[in-house]
Protein backbone atom coordinates (compact mmCIF):
# COMPACT_ATOMS: atom_id res chain seq x y z
CA UNK A 1 0.00 0.00 0.00
CA UNK A 2 1.30 3.03 -0.69
CA UNK A 3 1.65 5.82 1.79
CA UNK A 4 -0.08 9.39 1.54
CA UNK A 5 -0.17 12.40 4.25
CA UNK A 6 -2.67 15.42 4.48
CA UNK A 7 -1.40 18.94 5.11
CA UNK A 8 -4.26 22.09 5.81
CA UNK A 9 -3.73 25.89 6.10
CA UNK A 10 -7.16 26.58 8.25
CA UNK A 11 -9.04 29.84 7.91
CA UNK A 12 -12.03 31.29 9.35
CA UNK A 13 -14.32 29.07 8.61
CA UNK A 14 -12.70 26.79 6.28
CA UNK A 15 -9.61 24.95 5.71
CA UNK A 16 -7.62 24.50 2.44
CA UNK A 17 -6.39 20.99 2.40
CA UNK A 18 -4.03 19.12 0.11
CA UNK A 19 -3.58 15.06 0.31
CA UNK A 20 0.03 14.11 -1.07
CA UNK A 21 2.31 10.96 -2.14
CA UNK A 22 6.45 11.14 -2.89
CA UNK A 23 7.66 7.99 -4.28
CA UNK A 24 11.26 7.86 -5.46
CA UNK A 25 11.03 12.19 -5.36
CA UNK A 26 8.11 12.34 -7.62
CA UNK A 27 5.52 14.23 -5.16
CA UNK A 28 1.42 14.03 -6.19
CA UNK A 29 -1.16 16.04 -5.48
CA UNK A 30 -3.98 12.98 -4.48
CA UNK A 31 -6.48 15.36 -3.11
CA UNK A 32 -6.80 19.50 -2.94
CA UNK A 33 -9.80 20.81 -1.73
CA UNK A 34 -11.70 23.31 0.38
CA UNK A 35 -13.08 21.87 3.46
CA UNK A 36 -15.86 24.26 5.47
CA UNK A 37 -15.83 23.81 9.25
CA UNK A 38 -18.73 25.85 9.49
CA UNK A 39 -22.12 26.58 8.48
CA UNK A 40 -23.33 29.25 5.69
CA UNK A 41 -25.40 32.00 7.13
CA UNK A 42 -25.32 30.77 11.16
CA UNK A 43 -24.59 34.17 12.86
CA UNK A 44 -21.16 34.17 14.46
CA UNK A 45 -19.75 30.82 13.48
CA UNK A 46 -17.10 32.16 11.09
CA UNK A 47 -16.00 34.44 13.95
CA UNK A 48 -17.12 33.46 17.28
CA UNK A 49 -15.14 35.43 19.62
CA UNK A 50 -15.91 38.58 17.79
CA UNK A 51 -19.67 37.79 18.08
CA UNK A 52 -19.13 36.34 21.73
CA UNK A 53 -17.44 39.58 22.83
CA UNK A 54 -20.99 41.50 22.96
CA UNK A 55 -22.31 38.49 25.36
CA UNK A 56 -22.39 37.83 28.78
CA UNK A 57 -19.37 35.96 29.90
CA UNK A 58 -20.90 32.89 30.64
CA UNK A 59 -23.23 33.24 27.53
CA UNK A 60 -19.69 34.01 25.79
CA UNK A 61 -18.19 30.93 26.83
CA UNK A 62 -21.19 28.71 25.96
CA UNK A 63 -21.68 29.91 22.62
CA UNK A 64 -17.60 29.32 21.92
CA UNK A 65 -18.17 25.83 23.34
CA UNK A 66 -21.01 25.19 21.19
CA UNK A 67 -19.46 26.74 17.77
CA UNK A 68 -15.98 24.14 18.90
CA UNK A 69 -18.59 20.94 18.73
CA UNK A 70 -20.21 22.18 15.46
CA UNK A 71 -17.49 22.74 13.46
CA UNK A 72 -15.81 19.62 14.64
CA UNK A 73 -18.31 17.68 13.54
CA UNK A 74 -18.43 19.16 9.77
CA UNK A 75 -14.45 18.88 10.25
CA UNK A 76 -14.75 15.30 11.06
CA UNK A 77 -17.08 14.42 8.56
CA UNK A 78 -14.92 16.20 5.90
CA UNK A 79 -11.30 14.53 6.76
CA UNK A 80 -13.48 11.25 7.02
CA UNK A 81 -14.28 11.68 3.54
CA UNK A 82 -10.62 12.64 2.57
CA UNK A 83 -9.54 9.51 4.00
CA UNK A 84 -12.37 7.23 2.71
CA UNK A 85 -10.90 8.28 -0.92
CA UNK A 86 -7.90 7.42 -0.84
CA UNK A 87 -8.19 4.60 1.39
CA UNK A 88 -10.36 3.56 -1.99
CA UNK A 89 -7.29 4.43 -4.22
CA UNK A 90 -4.96 1.93 -2.31
CA UNK A 91 -3.34 4.54 -0.01
CA UNK A 92 -2.21 4.38 3.67
CA UNK A 93 -2.91 7.66 5.23
CA UNK A 94 0.04 8.07 7.28
CA UNK A 95 -0.71 10.86 9.27
CA UNK A 96 -1.68 14.75 8.93
CA UNK A 97 0.20 18.54 9.38
CA UNK A 98 -1.43 21.85 10.40
CA UNK A 99 0.08 24.89 9.47
CA UNK A 100 0.51 27.01 12.46
CA UNK A 101 0.71 31.01 13.55
CA UNK A 102 3.06 32.01 16.51
CA UNK A 103 2.19 29.25 19.16
CA UNK A 104 2.36 31.62 22.08
CA UNK A 105 -0.15 30.20 24.11
CA UNK A 106 -3.77 32.62 24.49
CA UNK A 107 -4.65 34.25 28.33
CA UNK A 108 -8.03 33.21 30.05
CA UNK A 109 -10.95 33.83 28.08
CA UNK A 110 -11.98 37.23 29.99
CA UNK A 111 -8.64 38.68 28.47
CA UNK A 112 -9.11 36.94 25.13
CA UNK A 113 -12.76 39.24 24.57
CA UNK A 114 -10.42 42.29 25.88
CA UNK A 115 -8.36 42.45 23.25
CA UNK A 116 -8.82 42.65 19.42
CA UNK A 117 -5.66 41.28 18.77
CA UNK A 118 -6.34 38.57 20.94
CA UNK A 119 -9.68 37.83 19.53
CA UNK A 120 -8.32 37.61 15.88
CA UNK A 121 -5.31 35.51 17.85
CA UNK A 122 -8.03 33.23 19.66
CA UNK A 123 -9.83 32.44 16.78
CA UNK A 124 -6.89 31.65 14.60
CA UNK A 125 -6.12 28.72 17.25
CA UNK A 126 -10.02 27.46 17.37
CA UNK A 127 -9.83 26.75 14.05
CA UNK A 128 -6.64 24.81 14.10
CA UNK A 129 -8.06 23.20 17.28
CA UNK A 130 -11.42 22.01 15.30
CA UNK A 131 -9.40 20.30 12.69
CA UNK A 132 -6.85 18.78 15.35
CA UNK A 133 -9.66 17.48 17.26
CA UNK A 134 -11.30 15.88 14.04
CA UNK A 135 -7.87 14.18 12.54
CA UNK A 136 -7.60 12.94 16.48
CA UNK A 137 -11.29 11.30 16.77
CA UNK A 138 -10.00 9.58 13.57
CA UNK A 139 -7.15 8.35 15.13
CA UNK A 140 -4.68 10.15 12.74
CA UNK A 141 -1.77 11.97 13.73
CA UNK A 142 -1.33 15.50 13.64
CA UNK A 143 1.39 17.39 13.92
CA UNK A 144 1.99 21.45 14.22
CA UNK A 145 4.77 23.49 11.95
CA UNK A 146 5.05 26.97 12.23
CA UNK A 147 5.04 28.81 8.99
CA UNK A 148 7.58 30.70 9.77
CA UNK A 149 9.97 27.42 10.42
CA UNK A 150 8.85 25.53 7.41
CA UNK A 151 11.74 25.95 5.25
CA UNK A 152 14.25 25.06 7.77
CA UNK A 153 11.96 21.94 8.45
CA UNK A 154 12.33 20.94 4.83
CA UNK A 155 15.80 21.25 4.96
CA UNK A 156 16.75 19.59 7.75
CA UNK A 157 14.20 16.44 6.14
CA UNK A 158 15.58 16.66 2.85
CA UNK A 159 19.24 18.37 2.85
CA UNK A 160 20.18 19.92 -0.43
CA UNK A 161 17.05 18.36 -1.87
CA UNK A 162 14.82 20.75 0.10
CA UNK A 163 15.33 23.51 -2.69
CA UNK A 164 14.19 21.12 -5.37
CA UNK A 165 11.42 20.06 -3.38
CA UNK A 166 10.01 23.20 -2.61
CA UNK A 167 9.90 23.96 -6.31
CA UNK A 168 8.39 20.96 -7.00
CA UNK A 169 5.96 21.89 -4.93
CA UNK A 170 5.27 25.16 -6.71
CA UNK A 171 5.45 24.11 -10.23
CA UNK A 172 2.38 21.35 -9.41
CA UNK A 173 0.28 24.45 -10.43
CA UNK A 174 1.23 24.44 -14.00
CA UNK A 175 -0.28 21.04 -14.51
CA UNK A 176 -3.10 20.51 -11.86
CA UNK A 177 -4.15 24.47 -12.50
CA UNK A 178 -5.58 26.73 -9.96
CA UNK A 179 -6.37 27.44 -6.91
CA UNK A 180 -2.52 26.93 -6.01
CA UNK A 181 -1.97 29.52 -3.76
CA UNK A 182 0.17 29.95 -0.55
CA UNK A 183 -2.05 27.85 0.96
CA UNK A 184 -2.18 24.94 -1.19
CA UNK A 185 1.22 25.00 -1.31
CA UNK A 186 2.72 25.71 2.38
CA UNK A 187 -0.16 22.56 3.20
CA UNK A 188 1.64 20.36 0.50
CA UNK A 189 5.23 21.26 2.29
CA UNK A 190 3.81 20.04 5.65
CA UNK A 191 2.45 17.23 4.43
CA UNK A 192 5.39 16.36 2.68
CA UNK A 193 7.39 16.74 5.90
CA UNK A 194 4.84 14.23 7.50
CA UNK A 195 5.89 11.49 4.70
CA UNK A 196 9.38 12.53 5.42
CA UNK A 197 9.03 11.55 9.43
CA UNK A 198 7.30 8.27 8.18
CA UNK A 199 9.77 7.29 6.29
CA UNK A 200 12.60 7.75 8.86
CA UNK A 201 10.65 6.49 11.15
CA UNK A 202 10.54 2.83 9.49
Known amino acids: MK ?16 AVSNHDGIIEILDRRRIAVTTPGTPGLNQPYHFAKHLAPSDAERFIGNCLAASKDLALAAVRDVLDELRSRQYCVVGSAILLASGRPLPPLAKILASHAA ?27 RERDLDDRLHAAFGKAAAKRKQ ?33 DL
Open 3 to 18: HAAIGVRMHSGWGALV
Open 119 to 145: IHAAEGEFFREVFSKACQDLALSVTGF
Open 168 to 200: QISDLGRSIGPPWTADQKTAASAALLILANSQN
